[in-house]
């Protein structure tokens, strides 16, 4: 039995994913197509006189910009941000863990299919909106076709960590960026919250798309079934599933709700979207939050 050498092996990732990438890129253009020429547009920060929010100040800004008033009010400096001002920087983290390659029915796509298009349709809307785009530790934020590929490569390759929570410590999100985190956050509360907690403090919005298969939300089975773990050999048999259907129910929309109060803790949004379901739907419902989101946050500065 041979051994591939790591450059061989880097190699074939590499391929397969320059052989993915277009049909990734066709579905995410596809699912962008509509949303940007609707109503669901961002307000963004920029070199324009309307005003649009505060936020505290970094070094190179320019003192003239910093409002004493407003910083009067708490033991921070903050500037006060006008449209266009400079570009902001959008942080894609896409869930690749084991748990996310399930489908339920050949007629949708998996949960990991559907995690990728919505995760290189997002960037593809925010640089087309005029912002900045990088995935979760993985490579500079940009906001050129370049940029764009190389997200999509690295989401074909399978060279993106394979874990269910971001790590916080792994990378530095950039100051005051959007932080857009998509999977299914079905690892316990306690670690998710941990997490969340940890990453919120660099953010100055965050969003969580998360994304299940039906059949993990309704449980639309009868009769005898062998349910396995992801990722490991661990199996376990129900004779009526329908004996447990009710309970099981209860507990999955426990936890979206828990999920959906962490959410709210960190003032960060929420999206579910079921793999049933179109992604454009899915994606015009984020682009819509989002754009209400920036101007609640504008008029609640004034």
């Not at 995410?28 to 649009?52: D, I, N, P, S, Y």
């Not at 996310?100 to 809307?125: G, H, V």
């Not at 994304?211 to 079934?225: F, K, M, N, Q, T």
């Amino acid at each position: 039995m041979s051994i591939l050498p790591e450059s061989l092996k880097l190699r074939h990732k590499a391929e397969g994913a320059s052989a993915d990438l277009p049909a990734l890129m066709m579905l995410a253009e596809k699912a962008v197509t509509g949303v940007l020429q609707g109503e669901h547009t961002q307000r963004k920060a920029g070199q324009g006189e309307k005003f649009w929010q505060f936020r505290e100040y970094v070094p190179g800004d320019r003192p003239q910009d910093i409002d004493w008033r407003q910083s009067a009010k708490t033991d921070h400096i903050y500037v006060r941000q006008k449209e266009w001002q400079t570009p902001q920087t959008c942080v894609l983290w896409c869930n690749q863990g084991q748990s996310m390659d399930f489908t339920s029915s050949p007629k949708q796509p998996s949960k990991l299919e559907a995690t990728r298009i919505l995760t290189l349709a997002m960037a593809i809307l925010m640089t087309r909106a005029g912002e900045q785009a990088a995935l979760f530790g993985n490579q500079r934020a940009g906001r050129t076709e370049l940029s764009l590929q190389r997200i999509g490569e690295s989401l074909c390759a399978n060279t993106l960590p394979f874990e269910d929570l971001p790590d916080p410590y792994y990378y530095k999100l950039p100051r005051h960026c959007t932080l857009i985190q998509i999977g299914d956050f079905l690892a316990p509360l306690e670690d998710t919250e941990s997490v969340f907690r940890k990453l919120s403090g660099r953010t100055s919005n965050g969003l969580i798309i998360q994304v299940l298969d039906p059949a993990e939300i309704e449980l639309p089975y009868s009769g005898r079934y062998v349910f396995e773990e992801p990722g490991t050999k661990s199996q376990e048999q129900i004779n009526h599933v329908d004996s447990i259907k009710i309970e099981y129910q209860k507990r999955i929309s426990a936890h979206i709700e828990g999920l959906q109060h962490i959410c709210r803790d960190q003032h960060w949004s929420y999206i579910l979207h079921s793999t049933d379901s179109e992604i454009s739907d899915t994606l015009a419902k984020i682009w819509g939050a989002m754009s209400h989101r920036s101007m609640m946050h504008a008029e609640a500065a004034l």
